[in-house]
T-cell receptor
Framework: SQQGEEDPQALSIQEGENATMNCSYK?????LQWYRQNSGRGLVHLIL?????REKHSGRLRVTLDTSKKSSSLLITASRAADTASYFC??????????????FGKGTKLSVIP | DTGVSQNPRHKITKRGQNVTFRCDPI?????LYWYRQTLGQGPEFLTY????????KSRLLSDRFSAERPKGSFSTLEIQRTEQGDSAMYLC??????????FGQGTRLTVV
């Protein structure tokens, strides 16, 4: 079953604008990860945020985590056409031993128009 | 090493046939995972190996599915008596014990 729910399901923006995607989950987690998937391809890991962290940055990406609301957001600043892809959040509920079983949401399909 | 490699990339098979997919992980990675992704959905966990030991299996992995990792390196996923509902992208990933998984490009299975 899918734990995470991304919102919105689809997002279309102009190049240069910021894109914000949200993820909600149901159970307690060890960490939350965001992945990107180009159409018909594999997933690329973007960023991991641990349950005791509230915000993390990586280049043009900013991720926040609110464990009290069981939600996370991914912000992509100054979007580019090459950012067009589906974005998934994935939660890891396993303590200690690392992420051996990730639970993914349904994803947000981002289209960046040149 | 160019990452996780999966073969074939695409497979079309008739219902009832058996299919086998192969995954070659990143060489020093001791963990290997299989996920399945249907159209419009996120990946769903199928199974996981620590070296050659299969330590976790999802209930999604019916009796028709079997995965092996005989020498703790490459892995195979076999589906027997395929059904149309098996049509999906099958994703393999590998990682170090405490590392994030790196995914391959997937094998897209179409059962006709």
């Amino acid at each position: 079953s899918q734990q995470g729910e991304e919102d919105p399901q689809a997002l279309s923006i102009q190049e240069g604008e910021n894109a914000t995607m949200n993820c909600s989950y149901k159970t307690s987690i060890n960490n939350l990860q965001w992945y990107r998937q180009n159409s018909g391809r594999g997933l690329v890991h973007l960023i991991l945020i641990r349950s005791n962290e509230r915000e993390k940055h990586s280049g043009r990406l900013r991720v926040t985590l609110d464990t009290s609301k069981k939600s996370s957001s991914l912000l992509i600043t100054a979007s580019r056409a090459a950012d067009t892809a589906s974005y998934f959040c994935a939660t890891d509920a396993n303590s200690g031993a690392g992420s051996y079983q990730l639970t993914f949401g349904k994803g947000t399909k981002l289209s960046v128009i040149p | 090493d160019t990452g996780v490699s999966q073969n074939p990339r695409h497979k079309i098979t008739k219902r009832g046939q058996n299919v086998t997919f192969r995954c070659d992980p990143i060489s020093e990675h001791n963990r290997l995972y299989w996920y399945r992704q249907t159209l419009g959905q996120g990946p769903e966990f199928l199974t996981y190996f620590q070296n050659e030991a299969q330590l976790e299996k999802s209930r999604l992995l019916s009796d028709r599915f079997s995965a092996e990792r005989p020498k703790g390196s490459f892995s195979t996923l076999e589906i027997q008596r395929t059904e149309q509902g098996d049509s999906a992208m099958y994703l393999c990933a590998s990682s170090l014990s405490l590392g994030v998984p790196f995914f391959g490009q997937g094998t897209r299975l179409t059962v006709v």
